[in-house]
Every structure is written in structure tokens, then in C-alpha cells.
T-cell receptor, first 117, second 117 residues
């Protein structure tokens, strides 16, 4: 079984709809992240969480919200989807020992392809 | 703020030829450096990372990268590529605070490596 899972893997929705993307991990990591990938732009950080009570905005948080329901679960919501939120979304996890002490190596899920019509 | 520039958006190469994918970064503090690979329709997989010590880092699948602090570069190389190396490659940087990772990755725009038979 994969260490980081994302559901759904693909989603097509309409403008104005509320969408939730879910991420679960079995790696036991404290830190979790949401990124979006757009062609030619690489990955950009949306939100990150260093533990259940800690939520932080990333580079492009406008139009998104998150919920850290437990150490292993981190959800991303689009309250009112718009077409320019069409992208590939990745969840990642890490902790300060995931790549050796202090190195914080991130491990990625398989991605969710979201299309907003 | 940190930034990462991948100098080539696409690199075509013939099978068994050598390849170099270029990455430059900008940061006012010490950094950790990473290369990730994304195969078609998959998530990101860690290829290698530079944390400290030897500037030549070896990773999976025969890839290696060299950290050059004076040129702020972290170029990825492979002496002989295979068809299966066809993928998108991302360079990423994580700034350090107090000797440990601050926990956020900044990615380059990605380089699509296409290996032709």
C-alpha cells in the first residue's frame, strides 16, 4: 500500500462548486503540505501544516482552505471553484527525521487531477 | 526569499548519450538541495539530495549532481541515459534556520527529459 494516498485521483467539476481533496499518510510524519502543479511553473505551495494545531499559508493560498483532521489526514478545499484552479494537486509529508536528523525530506502522493469547467 | 531556476524547459537526447540538467538557485541563507523526478501520470520521487559534506551527490538510477556554492548551482548528470529516464525533473531548495530545514520547498519550473531511441 502507498504511504501517501490522495482521493480522488481525478475530478471534473463546474465553476462555483465546493470541492474537497483528501490526503492520508501512513508514514507517521508530522508535517504535511499541499502543492499545485501547472505546466511550466513547477510546484507551488498552497498550505502547510507542521502538526495538527499548526496551519500556515503558502505561496498561493487565496481561494483555498485546509483542515488537519488528524496527524495522518490533511484536506484541501476549494470553496467556490474557478477555471484557473484547474491543475494537478499534490500532497506531501515529512518530518525532521525523514531524511536524517534535521533534513525534512518530503514524500509525495500520486496527485489529484482537477478540472474546473 | 529563495528561488530556483531550471535553465532548460526541455532536453531531448538519444539513448546512451550523457545528459546534464541545469539548476541555479538564489538564497541568502544555507540551503538543502533536491532533485525529484516525475514519471508520466505519477507523483514526485526523490532522486537525490545535498545536505552537507561532499559536493558530489549520487542518487538512484545512476544519476548524480554536483553542488557548486560559488555558482549557486546544483546540476544533475547521468553518463548514459535510457528510454526509461524519459520524465520531468524538478530541482528544489529548502532554506535552513538554526541548522535544520525550515520545512518549505521551493521548486524550479521543471525540465522535461525526452530520451529517443
Amino acid at each position: 500500500d502507498a504511504d501517501v494516498t490522495q482521493t480522488p485521483r481525478n475530478r471534473i467539476t463546474k465553476t462555483g462548486k465546493r470541492i474537497m481533496l483528501e490526503c492520508s499518510q501512513t508514514k507517521g510524519h508530522d508535517r504535511m503540505y499541499w502543492y499545485r502543479q501547472d505546466p511550466g511553473l513547477g510546484l507551488r505551495l498552497i498550505y502547510y501544516s507542521f502538526d495538527v494545531k499548526d496551519i500556515n499559508k503558502g505561496e498561493i493560498s487565496d481561494g483555498y482552505s485546509v483542515s488537519r483532521q488528524a496527524q495522518a489526514k490533511f484536506s484541501l478545499s476549494l470553496e467556490s471553484a474557478i477555471p484557473n484552479q484547474t491543475a494537478l494537486y499534490f500532497c506531501a509529508t515529512s518530518d525532521l527525521t525523514s531524511g536524517g536528523a534535521g533534513t525534512d525530506t518530503q514524500y509525495f502522493g500520486p496527485g489529484t487531477r482537477l478540472t474546473v469547467l | 526569499a529563495q528561488s530556483v531556476t531550471q535553465l532548460d524547459s526541455q532536453v531531448p537526447v538519444f539513448e546512451e548519450a550523457p545528459v546534464e540538467l541545469r539548476c541555479n538557485y538564489s538564497s541568502s541563507v544555507s540551503v538543502y538541495l533536491f532533485w525529484y523526478v516525475q514519471y508520466p501520470n505519477q507523483g514526485l520521487q526523490l532522486l537525490l539530495k545535498y545536505l552537507s559534506g561532499s559536493t558530489l551527490v549520487k542518487g538512484i538510477n545512476g544519476f548524480e549532481a554536483e553542488f557548486n556554492k560559488s555558482q549557486t548551482s546544483f546540476h544533475l548528470r547521468k553518463p548514459s541515459v535510457h528510454i526509461s529516464d524519459t520524465a520531468e525533473y524538478f530541482c528544489a531548495v529548502s532554506e535552513l534556520a538554526g541548522g535544520t530545514s525550515y520545512g518549505k520547498l521551493t521548486f524550479g519550473q521543471g525540465t522535461i527529459l525526452t530520451v529517443h531511441p
